[in-house]
């Protein structure tokens, strides 16, 4: 038993107690010729017995009081009287409690501060997803009421704005169908088709599909080097086009021109390895750890003029995570960046 149990206490404060009464007794009662002894020895133990009692009862009950509340809150459950009364019994009770609630203080502390993090976190998103529909609703209600003022008999400019209005319209579509697969994927809804396939494949075919984007900036697209075997891989062949795509279009948009995209695969056990590389502005420091965050641009001017609705890493992020892989970026400013994340190898592959 520890010292600081009920028992172990009452039995040290009785003790204490009983000594200081012998004292007491034999200095006011004892001859020079004849103590009381006997008398003095059942007095003693008697002082001794009552205190124990009384002193354990009180400490029980007290304890018990003042400790059941703390275990209730800490616990969030209703610890049965017999089970804590035990406890008191056998445990150094009040250590544990102290140690409880320093633990319980830190959890909450933590918890806490999540939530501030979170609740900072949504109020950043809303304002980003408010920010980033406003522009397209707005444009879309000034070409409208140009249109109704009179513009829709101008054949200079009817088309042109029903056009324009029609990007709006498509670009509020891309925010809100890519929020959904956000939501969706977090959720766990979006059940992934999984299957071999070579990754190479997909590579070139988003670089056939970005070609023309590519040329304009005088960026080259290209592997490390030549791959005379194919990389198979094992995972949901649309989703991974989803994220090479987007990978490779981050990296055309904000390479730099006439610079160039290079595409690596390595061998990581069990899994592969699939790096794209860029030449371009880098990621400042800072940003590092924010860039796959809902809407969140590095350089805000300079990525709404680049267009996208700045959730393509995010869903990036979230689809590699649904296939139980990892994403890391390596960057610096003037230096390029480099996106690399992993895949399960394709069995024999």
Do not use: C
Not at 139 to 157: F, K, V
Not at 212 to 225: C, P, S, T, V, Y
Not at 240 to 260: A, R
């Amino acid at each position: 038993m520890k010292t600081t149990s009920p028992r172990q206490m009452a039995i040290y404060i009785a003790l204490l107690t009983s000594v200081i009464a012998g004292l007491v007794l034999i200095i006011t009662h004892t001859t020079d010729y004849q103590p009381y002894w006997l008398p003095l020895i059942f007095s003693l133990l008697f002082v001794f017995i009552i205190i124990y009692l009384i002193v354990y009862y009180w400490l029980n009950s007290f304890i018990f009081e003042k400790i059941n509340p703390i275990y209730k809150t800490i616990h969030q459950v209703n610890i049965p009287e017999k089970e804590l009364r035990q406890d008191l019994e056998e445990k150094d009770v009040i250590s544990e409690v102290k140690n409880e609630v320093l633990q319980w203080a830190k959890r909450k502390t933590r918890e806490i501060a999540q939530l501030k993090q979170m609740e900072k976190y949504r109020k950043e998103f809303l304002g980003n997803v408010s920010h980033e529909l406003k522009t397209p609703i707005f444009n879309i209600q000034g070409y409208i009421l140009t249109l109704l003022d009179g513009g829709l008999e101008d054949t200079s400019i009817n088309r042109l704005y029903l056009e324009r209005t029609e990007k709006s319209i498509n670009r509020m579509i891309s925010i809100v169908n890519d929020l959904e697969s956000i939501a969706r994927l977090e959720a766990g809804e979006m059940k992934l088709e999984m299957d071999d396939f070579n990754i190479i494949t997909l590579f070139e075919e988003s670089f056939e599909m970005n070609e023309m984007m590519a040329e304009e900036r005088g960026i080259r697209l290209k592997f490390d080097h030549k791959y005379e075997k194919p990389v198979k891989v094992h995972g949901d062949k649309r989703r991974i086009m989803e994220v090479i795509n987007n990978l490779v279009v981050n990296s055309i948009k904000y390479g730099s021109p006439k610079g160039t995209t290079i595409v690596g695969f390595s061998d990581m056990g069990e899994n592969t390895l699939v790096e794209v590389t860029d030449d371009g502005i880098g990621i400042p420091e800072h940003d590092i750890n924010r860039i796959f965050e809902r809407f969140y641009r590095t350089d805000k001017s300079r990525s709404r003029d680049m267009g996208g609705t700045g959730l393509g890493l995010s869903i990036v992020k979230h689809i590699i995570e649904a296939h139980n892989q990892t994403i890391n970026v390596r960057s610096s400013v003037g230096n390029g960046s480099s996106f690399a994340f992993t895949l399960k190898k394709a069995k024999g592959g």
